[in-house]
């Protein structure tokens, strides 16, 4: 059973970071590619980052390109997500993951077959 756990939120001010990470763990995670989500308050789960298995490809939205980086360590088992130039509007409960299919690096959430329980991130004005 493939388990998911996020840590890293937290509440920061506007134009400041913080770095989210993913623990993987009891299933062959390294050969997932992973992704990370949010939902802001009121508002549906949104595409933010994902990352091939091999970490060769990259995806990012629209609104977090440039300010976010995501990136894994197979090694570790670990996904992390690099948040710098935080807005008020990248509030939201933050989630990680996986998704088994390793031929498309999917950007819908109904693709991804494992999540984590999230992590709140609030950024003040």
């Known amino acids: 059973q493939v388990q998911l756990v996020e840590s890293g939120g937290g509440l920061v001010q506007a134009g400041g970071s913080l770095r989210l990470s993913c623990a993987a763990s009891?299933?062959?995670?390294?050969?997932?590619?992973m992704g990370w989500f949010r939902q802001p308050p009121g508002k549906e789960r949104e595409f933010v980052a994902a990352i091939t298995w091999g970490a060769s490809t990259t995806s990012y939205s629209g609104s977090v390109k440039g300010r976010f980086t995501i990136s894994r360590d197979n090694a570790k088992g670990t996904v992390n997500l690099q948040m710098n130039s935080l807005k008020p509007e990248d509030t939201a409960v933050y989630y990680c993951?996986?998704?088994?299919?390793?031929?498309?690096?999917?950007?819908?959430?109904?693709?991804?077959?494992?999540w984590g329980q999230g992590t709140q991130v609030t950024v003040s004005s």
């Open positions: 009891g299933g062959t995670t390294s050969t997932y590619n």
């Open positions: 993951a996986a998704d088994i299919d390793r031929l498309v690096l999917n950007i819908r959430s109904a693709q991804y077959e494992y």
